[in-house]
T-cell receptor
Framework: QQPVQSPQAVILREGEDAVINCSSS?????VHWYRQKHGEAPVFLMI?????EQKGHEKISASFNEKKQQSSLYLTASQLSYSGTYFC????????????FGPGTSLSVIP | KAGVTQTPRYLIKTRGQQVTLSCSPI?????VSWYQQTPGQGLQFLFE???????NKGNFPGRFSGRQFSNSRSEMNVSTLELGDSALYLC????????????FGEGSWLTVV
């Protein structure tokens, strides 16, 4: 079951904030967030695990509501470099579960 | 350490031909997954290999196949190419256990004419 992402697209001015949401209909063990720029491979941003542990390496924050199977990615004080398509990937509880990615959210930051 | 390496980066094939794409995962990673990406379609899961065994499979026709070698390198093959197979094919490697980061390669751009 592919996760649902919202919004589909968003345009921001530099310095503005944005929130991208991801929801799933199944019980989740983890949520992965990636950003992809045009013509490039998706780049890892953050992973959120059941129990609240977060692993990431950029100045981007996220939350994971385990009860609602929802995650949100928070982009604050956006920069031009934040432009790209953001994908969330959801992973179930089975050790054999695969990561399924949502359709993506296109984010454009303009001067 | 070296990242995920995919070859070739770009290729053009004729309808009806077959193609083989290669992926070398990050050293120590035992899981390799393949995704197809077309404009507006997001990342569609093809299959995952773990320790030379196919562990998961997406909803693609049998023309799409793959394998993994003992050194964790993986290949995917598409036979009887169709125009609709034109896409970016991404390989992703991970340790294979839940909650671990997936790292993507640069991808192989396939154009079918």
């Amino acid at each position: 079951q592919q996760p649902v992402q919202s919004p589909q697209a968003v345009i921001l001015r530099e310095g503005e904030d944005a929130v991208i949401n991801c929801s799933s209909s199944k019980a989740l063990y983890s949520v992965h967030w990636y950003r992809q720029k045009h013509g490039e491979a998706p780049v890892f941003l953050m992973i959120l695990l059941k129990g609240g542990e977060q692993k990431g390496h950029e100045k981007i924050s996220a939350s994971f509501n385990e009860k609602k199977q929802q995650s949100s990615l928070y982009l604050t004080a956006s920069q031009l470099s934040y432009s790209g398509t953001y994908f969330c990937g959801t992973e179930g509880w089975s050790s054999y579960d695969k990561v399924i990615f949502g359709p993506g959210t296109s984010l454009s930051v303009i001067p | 350490k070296a990242g995920v390496t995919q070859t070739p980066r770009y290729l053009i094939k004729t309808r009806g031909q077959q193609v083989t794409l290669s992926c070398s995962p990050i050293s120590g990673h035992r899981s390799v997954s393949w995704y197809q990406q077309t404009p507006g379609q997001g990342l569609q899961f093809l299959f995952e290999y773990f320790s030379e065994t196919q562990r998961n499979k997406g909803n693609f026709p049998g023309r799409f196949s793959g394998r993994q070698f003992s050194n964790s390198r993986s290949e995917m093959n598409v036979s009887t190419l169709e125009l609709g197979d034109s896409a970016l094919y991404l390989c992703a490697s991970s340790s294979g256990t839940a909650g671990n980061t997936i790292y993507f390669g640069e991808g192989s751009w396939l154009t079918v004419v």
